[in-house]
């Protein structure tokens, strides 16, 4: 492979057949598109063939990066090229590159994000440094300074999940020895989305619980029943723009303030 790196224009660019990525090709290439944006394209794509030869160019190995890098309508793309490859070669390679890709460990993102934080002052800078969503810092600063050594080394070894850890510690109210406790319990039970909220609700509400009985509680069948509320254009306008600024989901804007209120007014208690 020619290691040489070069600024190629995107018009003479096609995607190969041979190429396996053919599924969810535009999958997060908004977010991809953000990263390059800010830090530029830090690994050059694969192309098929020399640089001497006549465009357009086949492209093997990082149809993201490209299609990104389109999306941000810049003009060159950095590429390699591997040069003459058999057929099979080339789909060898591109199946490498596409199945042997590991994300980055959850544990390992909140330790990054958190020392950033402390470097950087904002979750705003970190997220305009590094491309990740105000959201998923949030996330992780939360997880980072709550959660146990043993929680977050259930999380290293990828045995829980981020929002799982919040919700044991939500439910129980930061006593950490009930919130493993929890977590050891549903990390071997299947809870329906449902079920996870009650298990805050229920931890919250009812803080001398144990663990085992914020988890049955969780799971006692009910009935449900749904309100819905028409919201005024002002409130509606309003309710976007939050959730863009935060990129939260609506439901957790609306529980925030309605909360706030209802503390306000006095028909609950503070947090």
């Known amino acids: 492979m020619d290691q040489k790196i070069y600024d190629i224009s995107v018009d003479q660019i096609q995607v190969s057949d041979l190429d396996v990525r053919h599924s969810q090709r535009e999958k997060e290439v908004a977010d991809l598109a953000k990263s390059i944006d800010r830090l530029g394209q830090l690994q050059p794509v694969v192309l098929l063939g020399h640089r001497k030869q006549e465009p357009p160019y086949q492209l093997i190995i990082g149809q993201r990066r490209y299609e990104a890098i389109r999306f941000l309508g810049l003009p060159n793309v950095r590429a390699v090229f591997a040069g003459a490859l ?26 990054a994000v958190t020392e950033l934080y402390k470097e950087l002052g904002s979750i705003d800078d970190v997220h305009d440094a590094t491309g990740v969503s105000q959201k998923m810092i949030r996330k992780y600063l939360d997880v980072r300074a709550r959660a146990s050594d043993p929680m977050l080394e259930r999380l290293r070894a990828e045995e829980v999940k981020v929002d799982d850890i919040r919700r044991c510690l939500d439910a129980a109210k930061d006593d950490i020895a009930k919130a493993e406790r ?24 009812h803080p001398s619980a144990s ?23 002002a409130v509606r306008q309003g309710l976007e723009s939050a959730v863009a ?9 609306l529980t925030l303030a309605l909360q706030e209120w209802l503390a306000d007014q006095g028909f609950m208690d503070a947090e």
């Open 86 to 111: 058999s057929p099979v070669d080339a789909k060898k390679r591109s199946l490498a590159e596409n199945m042997l890709r590991v994300p980055l460990n959850h544990a390992d993102a909140a330790d």
């Open 182 to 205: 929890l977590l050891d319990r549903i990390a071997d039970t299947d809870l329906s989305q449902p079920e996870k909220s009650r298990l805050v609700e229920y931890g919250q509400t």
């Open 245 to 253: 600024h935060f990129e939260m989901e609506a439901s957790e804007v």
């Open 211 to 233: 663990a085992d009985e914020i988890l049955k509680e969780a799971q006692r069948p009910r009935v449900e029943a749904r309100q819905t509320v028409r919201l005024p254009e």
